[in-house]
T-cell receptor, first 114, second 113 residues
Framework: DQQVKQNSPSLSVQEGRISILNCDYTNSMFDYFLWYKKYPAEGPTFLIS?????DKNEDGRFTVFLNKSAKHLSLHIVPSQPGDSAVYFC?????????????FGQGTRLTINP | NAGVTQTPKFQVLKTGQSMTLQCAQD?????MSWYRQDPGMGLRLIHY???????DQGEVPNGYNVSRSTTEDFPLRLLSAAPSQTSVYFCASRVGTAGNTIYFGEGSWLTVV
């Protein structure tokens, strides 16, 4: 039972345009959501997060949107750059006690074309 | 500024062999954990620890043991390796009270033949 789902295994976007990565979850107890970026042969690196009390969080070119009623979050990257080409994982946790127990989606491979 | 260090980076094991994946962090983080990454499945939690002397099971703990004798180290032991344990393993750590940012090591690629 996949509690966090990224239904698009891959996404290709032209440089300078907007990249939108989507994530759905089923567990209504999740209250903190994160996006991680992963290059080949490296560990995931933290990108941006959002608490369930918010519906938007912005950090430079990256914005995460949370729609609790739809149990859906998305990551927007504007403008997209070649260095953004990587695998992106969304992750979720439930409560303070669950903070170290992240549940990850399957990942979406983003390719930025020049 | 080493962060989270994993060794070895690559390992090939025969079925039935045992081995230990080492993980060390120099950030004085309380929380440490081990994840495995398999194709099409994201990262799944194996075991985690909230402090020295305290460990607990994650989503996929079978076939693995952990211990946390110091704050810095969190080794993962494969008791009797099986081909199903062929995977990429990531160790992670975070500060106990400063939100949910988890820092990952670079990964250990394990193949069981």
């Amino acid at each position: 039972d996949q509690q966090v789902k990224q239904n698009s295994p891959s996404l290709s976007v032209q440089e300078g345009r907007i990249s939108i990565l989507n994530c759905d979850y089923t567990n209504s107890m999740f209250d903190y959501f994160l996006w991680y970026k992963k290059y080949p042969a490296e560990g995931p690196t933290f990108l941006i997060s959002i608490s369930s009390i918010k519906d938007k969080n912005e950090d430079g070119r990256f914005t995460v949107f949370l729609n609790k009623s739809a149990k859906h979050l998305s990551l927007h990257i504007v403008p997209s750059q070649p260095g953004d080409s990587a695998v992106y994982f969304c992750a979720a946790s439930a409560g303070i006690g669950g903070a170290q127990k992240l549940v990850f989606g399957q990942g979406t491979r983003l390719t930025i074309n020049p | 500024n080493a962060g989270v260090t994993q060794t070895p980076k690559f390992q090939v094991l025969k079925t039935g062999q045992s081995m230990t994946l080492q993980c060390a962090q120099d950030m004085n983080h309380e929380y440490m954990s081990w994840y495995r990454q398999d194709p099409g499945m994201g990262l799944r939690l194996i075991h985690y620890s909230v402090g020295a002397g305290i460990t607990d099971q994650g989503e996929v703990p079978n076939g693995y043991n952990v211990s946390r004798s110091t704050t810095e180290d969190f080794p993962l032991r494969l008791l009797s390796a099986a081909p199903s344990q062929t995977s990429v393993y990531f160790c992670a750590s975070r500060v106990g009270t400063a939100g949910n940012t988890i820092y990952f090591g670079e990964g250990s690629w394990l193949t069981v033949v």
